[in-house]
């Protein structure tokens, strides 16, 4: 079974500060990895894809991923209100077609 | 504007009852994926298609069935032999590749009693 884990959370954090979000995968030949956001009873919308070791930055949003310890991690800078939703941590294989998803980590973002 | 389509929004059925779910798409994608998602967890993958008139079974299909006649539709059929299909459905879409991103619909939320 390939896992993804995340923490549940809820994680709260304070607008204008930064918000770290991290995600673990389970199979080593994972290949490319996404970070969704999802509001509550919304569907799931792509914010950031990595493929490489390192950081890879999109506006106030940097993804980071590290293969060899087979973690990746999502920072949001200055926090905003309306980053409140549940992130969604997904890996795909290079023998996968669909995406594997971790059970999301809840943000809250305080005023 | 091109995107998925999914309906109905909500959708009510009586226990026993088979129910189909839509999906549509216009972005010209090969790959076509139903998921579930039940309150506080992940996505699980019902069934995907790479190419019409071909799909795989994913993690949880059972009490499930799908057909993939035309590119842009991929019907999600949920079974009376689904022992619990209270969810959220969402399809989404893919080009081929390894570092493709799924796209989704809006989701069909089901209530069974």
């Known amino acids: 079974q390939k896992e993804v884990e995340q923490n549940s959370g809820p994680l709260s954090v304070p607008e204008g500060a930064i918000a770290s979000l991290n995600c673990t995968y389970s199979?080593?030949?994972?290949?490319?990895f996404f970070w969704y956001r999802q509001y509550s009873g919304k569907s799931p919308e792509l914010i950031m894809s990595?493929?490489?070791?390192g950081d890879k930055e999109d506006g106030r949003f940097t993804a980071q991923l590290n293969k060899a310890s087979q973690y990746v991690s999502l920072l949001i800078r200055d926090s905003q209100p309306s980053d409140s939703a549940t992130y969604l941590c997904a890996v795909k294989s290079n023998s996968g077609y669909a995406l594997n998803f971790g059970k999301g980590t809840s943000l809250l973002v305080t005023p | 504007d091109g995107g998925i389509t999914q309906s109905p929004k909500y959708l009510f059925r009586k226990e026993g009852q088979n129910v189909t779910l839509s999906c549509e798409q216009n972005l010209n994608h090969d790959a076509m994926y139903w998921y579930r998602q039940d309150p506080g967890q992940g996505l699980r993958l019902i069934y995907y298609s790479q190419i019409v008139n071909d799909f795989q079974k994913g993690d949880i299909a059972e009490g499930y069935s799908v057909s993939r006649e035309k590119k842009e539709s991929f019907p999600l059929t949920v079974t009376s032999a689904q022992k619990n299909p209270t969810a959220f459905y969402l399809c989404?879409?893919?080009?081929?590749?390894?570092?493709?991103?799924?796209?989704f619909g809006n989701g069909t939320r089901l209530t069974v009693t």
């Open positions: 989404a879409s893919s080009i081929q590749g390894l570092n493709s991103p799924l796209h």
């Open positions: 990595i493929y490489s070791n």
């Open positions: 199979d080593r030949g994972s290949q490319s």
